[in-house]
C-alpha cells in the first residue's frame, strides 16, 4: 500500500509539479541519493528513440529534428538561462510569458525551477553545496543523477521573487507538461498532413514525434548536461575563478554559445558568453536581432575589467540574483 501511494504520489507530481505529500522544505533537507521513480521519465524519453524501429526515418523527420534541436536549444540558451537566470536584458511581461512557454518544449521542466537551480549553482559552484558539481560528486551525478533526487526536485520559489510574482510563470512552471504535450499534438498533426498532402516525403505523425520530440529531445538534454558536467573538467580557463568552470568551443557550437562556461562564471549577468570575435556565440546574434525587432531591450554588455590584466586574477564569482 506505501508503495502504491508513493507511486501515485509521484505520478501527480509529474502532472503538477508542485504537488509534494511534505512541505517542500522538509523535501529540500533530505540527502541526495539516486531514485529510480524520478529517473522513470528520463528512461521513457530514452526508449521513446527506439520508435525509428516501426516508424523508420524520411529526410523530412530528419530536417525537422535537427530544426528543433537548435531552436529549443536557443530557448534553453536564450529564455531560461539568460533570461530568467540572470536577467541579461529586459522584455515585456507577454514576452516573458512566451519565453516560458517555448522553453517547456525543450522538456527541462519549468523556468523556476530551472532558474531557481542555475541561481542556486552560481552562489555554490563547485563546492560542497552545489547540485551538479563533477568536482565534488562525479560525473554522471552533475550530468543527470542530480535531477534524480527527491530533494532537487521542488523548486525553490526563495531564489526567484523576481519571477515567483507572475503568476502565469508560476501557473507554466507548476504544470510544465504542457510544452511537451503541445509539442507532440503539433508534431503528429503536421506528420499526418504531410502523409496526406504530400506522400512523396515519406513521413507520417508518429514517425514525426519519434524523430521530432524523442529523438531531437534526448540530444537537447544531454548537450543542455554537458555544460553541468563537462564544462567543469575538460577545457581552457581564461579567469581563475573560485570553481572549476572551462570554456570549450565544442561545447559552445554544441550549445549555441554556453560553451564559454569560464567566461560565464567569471561574469555571469552580461547577455554575451563569447568575449571575443573567435568565441562563437550563436544565442548572443540571435538575441542581437530580437533587440533590433523590439522584442527585448537592454542587453547586458561585456564589462570593461573583462579584457583587463587584473581582471584574470583570482576573484569570486559575482552573486546570483536572489530577488
Known amino acids: 500500500m506505501h508503495a502504491l501511494k508513493k507511486f501515485w504520489i509521484g ?26 521513480s524520478r529517473f522513470v521519465p528520463f528512461l521513457i524519453l530514452h526508449l521513446g528513440m527506439l520508435g525509428v524501429i516501426w516508424v523508420g526515418w524520411s529526410w523530412t523527420a530528419v530536417a525537422v529534428a ?6 529549443r536549444m536557443f530557448f534553453i540558451t536564450g529564455f531560461y538561462h539568460r533570461y530568467f537566470c540572470h536577467k541579461a536584458y529586459k522584455t515585456s511581461r507577454f514576452g516573458q510569458f512566451a519565453f516560458a512557454l517555448l522553453g517547456l518544449t525543450a522538456v527541462q521542466r519549468g523556468p523556476l525551477w530551472w532558474a531557481g537551480n542555475h541561481r542556486h549553482h552560481h552562489a555554490h559552484s563547485d563546492d560542497v553545496e552545489d547540485l551538479h558539481s563533477p568536482v565534488q560528486k562525479g560525473f554522471w551525478w552533475a550530468h543527470i543523477g542530480w535531477m534524480t533526487s ?32 503541445l509539442l507532440i499534438a503539433g508534431l503528429y498533426l503536421f506528420g499526418s498532413a504531410l ?34 558536467s563537462l564544462t567543469h573538467i575538460i577545457g581552457g580557463r ?3 575563478t573560485t570553481d572549476d568552470s572551462r570554456n570549450s568551443l565544442i561545447m ?15 561574469y555571469q549577468h552580461t547577455a554575451r558568453q563569447g ?18 525587432l523590439g522584442i ?7 564589462p570593461e575589467a573583462a579584457y583587463q590584466p587584473e581582471a584574470k586574477t583570482e576573484s569570486l564569482p559575482e552573486t546570483a540574483l536572489k530577488s
Open 252 to 266: 559552445a557550437l554544441l550549445t549555441l554559445g554556453e560553451g564559454w562556461h569560464n567566461n560565464h562564471h567569471r
Open 238 to 240: 581564461r579567469y581563475q
Open 275 to 292: 568575449f571575443y570575435w573567435w568565441e562563437i556565440d550563436p544565442t548572443y546574434y540571435t538575441l542581437k536581432v530580437l533587440s533590433w
Open 66 to 71: 535537427i530544426v528543433l534541436y537548435f531552436v
Open 296 to 302: 527585448i531591450w537592454d542587453l547586458r554588455p561585456i
Open 11 to 36: 505520478l501527480v507530481s509529474i502532472v503538477d509539479s508542485d504537488h509534494f505529500p511534505e512541505d517542500p522544505e522538509v523535501i529540500r533537507a533530505k540527502p541526495d541519493r539516486f531514485e529510480f
Open 195 to 228: 502523409h496526406h498532402f504530400a506522400p512523396g516525403l515519406h513521413t507520417t505523425g508518429w514517425q514525426m514525434i519519434v524523430w521530432g520530440f524523442f529523438i531531437s529531445t534526448v540530444i537537447v538534454f544531454h548537450a543542455t548536461c554537458c555544460i553541468n
Open 150 to 181: 527527491e530533494c532537487n526536485y521542488p523548486t525553490d520559489y526563495s531564489r526567484v521573487k523576481d519571477l515567483s510574482k507572475y503568476p502565469e510563470l508560476v501557473f507554466l512552471n507548476r504544470f510544465d507538461l504542457i510544452g511537451p504535450l
